[in-house]
């Protein structure tokens, strides 16, 4: 499946979030959405997930408008990890990658529902802790079962905010492979990142969002480079090997 923004536009207490963005993720890719703090990341994921309406343009799905799908199939289509969930009191890990089946829960046995959900808990190594409170968990584990949920849906789109904004080097690795290994079975991946160095290892493609614009697409090679850093984060960079180390501030006046 293909999921495309059609000159996406957003206006929020006359703040110009988002402004004629234009994009698609595609099977088989792992699509970096990198930029700035504010500069409408996730409020663009939350539009492509079908959470939040644009002002103007469309989100296409295979050609299908988003918003005209009943919401459980679109749930089925696409999966939506978010930046931040609150703790679910009272729910068992195992509770929580559960509710990534609810889209299913017409369409699927309780013994697919069953095998989904272990197939996500190993996927990120949380098997351990299925019978585990929720609420019980340190912040990386909490994000990974979040990511279970999400990778129990099943979907051929997966947007996931900062999947690994709380994972230690080696969790934040574990999860980036994976998402790799998704791609290559032939899902579509967006995802939402600040470590440029993960980004670049990892996704196939990166588009820079900057101010609600997206102002460079392209392979990591041709979007991270030293003017590209300087210009949309105000940072200039050392480079060890392939790696680009922010190393000092070029233009706080240049930031949003
Ligand atoms: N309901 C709203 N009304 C007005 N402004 C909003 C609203 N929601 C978000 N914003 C603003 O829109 C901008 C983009 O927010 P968004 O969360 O999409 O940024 P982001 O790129 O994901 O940032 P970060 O990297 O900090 O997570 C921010 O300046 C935010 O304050």
């Given at each position: 499946?293909?999921?495309?923004?059609?000159?996406?536009?957003?206006?929020?207490?006359?703040?110009?979030?988002?402004?004629?963005?234009a994009?698609?993720?595609?099977p088989?890719?792992?699509?970096?959405?990198?930029?700035?703090?504010?500069?409408?990341k996730s409020?663009?994921?939350r539009?492509m997930?079908?959470?939040?309406?644009p002002e103007?343009?469309?989100?296409?799905l295979?050609?299908?408008?988003?918003f005209?799908?009943?919401p459980?199939?679109?749930?089925?289509h696409?999966?939506y990890?978010?930046?931040?969930a609150?703790?679910?009191?009272?729910?068992?890990?195992r509770d929580?990658?559960m509710?990534?089946?609810?889209?299913?829960?017409?369409?699927?046995?309780?013994?697919?529902?069953?095998?989904?959900?272990?197939?996500?808990?190993?996927?990120?190594?949380?098997?351990?802790?299925?019978?585990?409170?929720?609420?019980?968990?340190?912040?990386?584990?909490?994000?990974?079962?979040?990511?279970a949920?999400?990778?129990a849906?099943?979907?051929?789109?997966?947007?996931?905010?900062?999947?690994v904004?709380?994972?230690?080097p080696?969790?934040?690795?574990t999860?980036?492979d994976?998402?790799g290994?998704?791609?290559?079975?032939?899902q579509?991946?967006?995802?939402?990142?600040?470590?440029?160095?993960l980004?670049?290892?990892?996704?196939?493609?990166?588009?820079?969002?900057?101010?609600?614009r997206?102002?460079s697409?392209?392979?990591?090679a041709?979007?991270?480079?030293?003017?590209?850093?300087?210009?949309?984060?105000?940072?200039?960079?050392?480079?060890?090997?392939?790696?680009a180390?922010?190393?000092?501030?070029?233009?706080?006046?240049?930031?949003p």
């Amino acid at each position: 499946m293909i999921l495309q923004t059609d000159t996406i536009s957003l206006t929020l207490q006359s703040n110009r979030l988002l402004d004629d963005i234009a994009l698609e993720v595609l099977p088989g890719e792992v699509l970096g959405l990198i930029g700035p703090n504010g500069a409408g990341k996730s409020t663009l994921l939350r539009i492509m997930a079908g959470l939040l309406r644009p002002e103007t343009g469309r989100v296409l799905l295979d050609g299908q408008d988003l918003f005209t799908m009943p919401p459980e199939e679109r749930g089925r289509h696409l999966a939506y990890l978010p930046q931040e969930a609150p703790a679910a009191v009272g729910m068992s890990v195992r509770d929580v990658a559960m509710l990534g089946r609810l889209p299913h829960r017409r369409t699927s046995s309780a013994a697919q529902n069953e095998t989904a959900v272990q197939q996500a808990l190993e996927a990120v190594g949380m098997t351990a802790f299925a019978d585990r409170s929720s609420a019980s968990l340190s912040g990386g584990e909490r994000a990974r079962v979040l990511l279970a949920r999400a990778l129990a849906v099943q979907a051929p789109i997966l947007l996931a905010d900062e999947p690994v904004a709380a994972l230690d080097p080696a969790q934040a690795l574990t999860v980036m492979d994976l998402f790799g290994q998704c791609a290559v079975q032939g899902q579509a991946i967006a995802v939402v990142l600040h470590d440029l160095a993960l980004a670049a290892r990892f996704c196939t493609r990166i588009a820079v969002l900057s101010r609600g614009r997206i102002v460079s697409i392209g392979t990591p090679a041709d979007v991270l480079t030293d003017a590209l850093f300087a210009e949309v984060y105000g940072v200039a960079v050392r480079r060890c090997g392939e790696v680009a180390v922010p190393w000092s501030l070029v233009s706080s006046a240049r930031r949003p």
